[in-house]
């Protein structure tokens, strides 16, 4: 099994930053993907950010240009930096990474958008 732990998640003013952080530990080995989705109110979870093993990140089109997803592979952490937030990325954020086609969730971390 693979453990996600969270963090980084909070309020912040619109045009604000927050940097979320997703640590695995337990079975790690064989991780390949690793990402982030979100999922608001009233609203299916979607995919915000990938950070596929040895291939291009991708984005949803709402955050290109202020979001980047980056991964620490030796501390098997994955990083979202999300800068220009707007009340539309209220939401909670999932942490996902996928191990020999198996995929993991973290718990979430509320991110509000709010003045």
């Known amino acids: 099994q693979v453990q996600l732990v969270e963090s980084g998640g909070g309020l912040v003013q619109p045009g604000g930053s927050l940097r979320l952080s997703c640590v695995a530990s337990?079975?790690?080995?064989?991780?390949?993907?690793m990402g982030w989705y979100r999922q608001a109110p009233g609203k299916q979870r979607e995919l915000v950010a990938a950070a596929p093993s040895g291939d291009k990140t991708r984005y949803a089109d709402s955050v290109k240009g202020r979001f980047t997803i980056s991964r620490d592979n030796a501390k098997y952490t994955v990083y979202l930096q999300m800068n220009s937030l707007k009340p539309e990325d209220t939401a909670v954020y999932y942490c996902?990474?996928?191990?020999?086609?198996?995929?993991?969730w973290g718990r979430g971390t509320s991110v509000t958008v709010s003045s």
């Open positions: 996902n990474v996928q191990r020999w086609g198996v995929d993991y």
């Open positions: 337990g079975s790690i080995f064989g991780i390949s993907a």
